[in-house]
DNA sequence: TAGAGAACGATTTTT
DNA sequence: TCGTTCTCTA
């Protein structure tokens, strides 16, 4: 053997020791960067770890592994034997001569993921493990990515940087106003609408190119123009307008593939054909890694197709495919169940999931009568658990395939005192108080978002009806001039007379907020666009007074989250927070440390982990969904859905089912689910069976068991579940507003309302749960 | 223009 | 059943 050889094999050996923490082919996934790698990861399989190591190992060593390139001199052989026998010794600038000769910049890396989630924790990991900016490395979702490189180049495009950004709210109200204006309310709604043009630009078709029926076309290019006279991007445009950007603008696509040259994609089997587009556009030298399982592909419906990871190797010519099928997550029970009903896939890969770590308990199958028996079940098999194996409530998780099943499960939870936060249904930044707010501060922003210009203009109510706003329409039309400039010289126009005196009214308090944005936190411009519409007192008149105080309880959160958003950040900006906002999901504020039961739909589980897992509503018609039976492909993607659920559980899973389930307000017998028989019956042990059958009972919830408001236990952001007990007189620091003394407490139904006297800013009002308060002395 | 009552329609939702 | 949107009337 050659010199050079030896060391070359020397080098390999240490970098195999460096990384003896993963697995053989997790392993040879982090070395293998000569070409497009697809790196199929299980569930479970380690994944996030895998890709972290390969970022940490192309930063520290390169290419090294499979490097030819040696730099060395005659003594090299014995360090590099020294450095094999003693960890200590890897380091220095011999070291890293030898065993890495073209190390890649963290600058020149790009990681993409779907959820803020997991590019927080990527971005967390690799700055704790190997000390990586995230200021230099980009890990960002596909939306955040496409923002950034938007408001740098958006010019190019024909809009203005400061553009904002339209959640599939605003997109509704746009599409709706358009369906009226044509007459069409009686053929098409707002959501199929919204849902065609979705599926458009998902599929790289413009508005220009785009052809079906003539309303849909005209439709779909006057909602574009809208947008564009909004100066404002939907989520589709994000990335459909990334693409056309990176598409026609050579000079842009240089700047961007000089900068990032080692692509990663995470949850690949995920991505839609555009984002499949940006992909292949961002990545033309190849070195590209995309990380996914198709077995996990439960997004169909928003667009994802499958056929991305299944093509892969096509698409990308010399790919390479490391599967990860150990698992180090679940029992054998539970994998061996698994990959039993995943195997009546056709579509698929093919993967098997093993584990060492032994078989585990058999998987409860548990037949009941009706959903308070399942909810009671499940209360009571938790409590047994949490006595016998001495778990916390955050070790449990509740699944359902469709949220209107939680009531029944809350109402149990509930009555056995077990306490519980429930994931999805409207998010904290979806509820109609909260986007009022966030649609005053946007309108701040850009004067030209007329979508929410409407949504506030008579919010609250100004006496400015839907005739006042036609109106206004039609002299934009005409003039040509911008909406918000006609209401604000509203006198100007005859026929604006009768409400010139309100729209100027309101325009005069938008310029006021607009000219204190320039020298107001974005906390405290909250806070004053707050009092400036005096909404609190609105709230009040409009609702009765529980649900008034929630709502208040939650434009108040708002603030609190603007402050965290301002602490955050080393520059917050006012756009800065409305990006944020427009781009989070409820699960990304799960605190696994919670001492809280945690409920959630099975498509809201992926990724996550619990102990114990219950899947719930193992019926025919529920799950798989009976719409999903009349799709082609939909019992398979139910089936990939069923796969997800079940890899959730580490030690044990319940599965239950009932007789008799309410839907739509009348009870309906169900019949177990077709994925029950496809778990083998040695897996399975039956707890509880069915008592004889029994006419349905028909029960009305007493008023004082009944949520005061709709998810009213959702856990939001920021706030942290455990009510302290506070009593005037004690000092306390507030984050934004500082040191105080608590000047009053008014109890309220699940949070205490507290008047603190803050020694810089004055007297306000905090609920206690949200202020997020500490004691001090 | 605002509010009350009728009619409708209803999986899943990373951003 | 329940929450949102539509239509009518004061």
């Keep these: 053997m050659s010199k050079k050889a030896e060391l070359l094999s020397l080098r390999k050996e240490i970098l195999n020791d460096e990384f003896s923490f993963l697995n053989p082919p997790q392993r040879e996934a982090v070395f293998s960067n000569d070409g497009p790698l697809l790196i199929l990861a299980g569930a479970g399989s380690g994944k996030t770890t895998t890709v972290i190591s390969k970022i940490g190992y192309l930063i520290r060593y390169g290419n090294a592994y499979n490097s030819q390139e040696i730099d060395f001199t005659d003594d090299d052989g014995e360090f590099l034997k020294e450095c094999l026998a003693n960890k200590k010794m890897r380091d220095g600038e011999r070291y890293f001569r030898l065993m890495s000769p073209s190390p890649v910049d963290a600058y020149n890396i790009l990681a993409i993921t779907f959820t803020n989630k997991a590019a927080g924790e990527m971005r967390e990991r690799l700055e704790k493990q190997y000390g990586i900016d995230s200021g230099k490395l980009w890990a960002l979702t596909f939306h955040s990515f496409c923002v950034r490189i938007l408001r740098r180049f958006c010019d190019r495009l024909g809009y203005n940087r400061n553009f904002t950004i339209y959640d599939d709210t605003d997109s509704h109200r746009v599409i709706e106003s358009l369906i009226k204006k044509y007459r069409l309310t009686e053929r098409y709604n707002a959501k199929t609408v919204a849902r065609i043009i979705s599926t458009a630009k998902s599929r790289n078709t413009s508005a220009d190119e785009y052809s079906g029926e003539n309303d849909i076309e005209k439709i779909y290019r006057d909602y574009q123009a809208e947008l564009k006279a909004a100066n404002a991007f939907d989520f589709d445009d994000l990335i459909f307008m990334t693409v056309r950007l990176l598409s026609l603008d050579e000079d842009v696509k240089s700047i961007v593939n000089n900068r990032f040259r080692y692509i990663l994609v995470d949850e690949y089997q995920d991505t839609n054909p555009i984002q499949e587009r940006l992909i292949s556009l961002l990545a033309p030298s190849g070195r590209i890694c995309v990380v996914g399982d198709d077995d996990q592909s439960i997004y169909r419906f928003m667009g994802a197709q499958v056929e991305n990871i299944l093509n892969f190797e096509k698409r990308f010519r010399n790919a390479k495919t490391v599967r990860l099928e150990q698992n180090y997550r679940s029992t054998q029970t539970i994998l061996d169940a698994a990959n039993a009903v995943i195997k009546n896939n056709e579509d698929r890969k093919g993967k098997n999931l093993w584990t060492d770590a032994g ?18 079940f499940i209360c009571r098999a938790i409590t047994e658990r949490k006595e016998k194996e001495g778990l916390r409530n955050n070790d449990f998780c509740v699944l359902y395939r469709t949220n209107a099943q939680s009531g029944a499960i809350e109402h149990a939870l509930r009555l056995h005192g077990i306490s519980y936060r429930v994931f999805g249904g409207l998010p904290f930044f979806k509820r109609k108080e909260v986007q009022d707010i966030l649609a005053y501060m ?34 934009c039309d005409k003039t040509g001039r911008s909406f918000f400039d006609i209401t604000a010289h509203a006198d100007s126009y005859a026929e604006l007379q009768r409400s010139a005196e309100k729209l100027k009214d309101f325009a005069g308090i938008i310029n006021e907020l607009t000219e204190k944005s320039e020298r107001m936190r974005p906390s405290e ?85 619990f102990n114990t897992v219950f899947i719930t509503g193992f019926e025919e018609g529920l799950f798989p969904s009976s719409i999903s039976l009349l799709e082609t492909g939909g019992v398979e993607e139910e089936r990939r859905l069923c796969y997800v659920a079940i890899t959730r559980a580490k030690k044990k899973l319940f599965i239950t089912n009932v007789a008799s389930r309410m839907i739509f307000g009348s009870a309906r017998p169900a019949i177990p689910s077709r994925f029950l028989k496809e778990i083998p019956e040695e897996l399975i042990e039956e707890t509880e069976t069915r008592r004889p059958e029994r006419p349905a009972q028909r029960r009305t919830k007493p008023l004082s068991e009944r949520p005061l408001l709709t998810n009213s236990v959702t856990v939001m952001p920021g706030s942290k579940a455990p009510t302290k007990k506070y009593r005037t007189g004690q000092r306390v620091r507030h984050k934004v507003f500082g040191d105080g003394v608590i000047t009053g407490v008014t109890e309220m139904s699940s949070d205490s309302m507290l008047e603190v006297e803050f020694e810089t800013v004055g007297k306000k009002k905090l609920m206690a749960n949200y202020a997020n308060l500490k004691e001090i002395l």
């Design 359 to 376: 078989e585990g308990e058999k998987i409860s199958v548990c037949h009941l009568q009706s959903q308070s028996e399942e909810g009671d």
């Design 442 to 475: 946007n309108v701040i922003c850009n004067p030209n978002d007329r979508t929410r210009l409407l949504r506030i203009i008579n919010e609250p109510k100004r006496g400015i009806g839907d005739t006042t706003i036609e109106k206004i329409n039609s002299i």
């Design 525 to 609: 411009l909250c806070s004053e666009i707050i009092s400036s519409i005096h909404y609190e007192y609105e709230l009040k008149k409009q609702y009765e007074t529980n649900e008034a105080i929630s709502r208040i309880e939650n434009v108040r959160e708002l603030i609190n989250s603007i402050a965290g958003y301002e602490e955050a950040e080393e520059n917050p900006t006012l756009l800065g927070y409305l990006e944020q906002t427009a781009l989070v999901s409820a699960t990304d504020s799960l605190d696994e440390n919670e001492p809280a039961v945690t409920l959630m739909t099975m498509h809201c589980a992926k990724g996550l982990e």
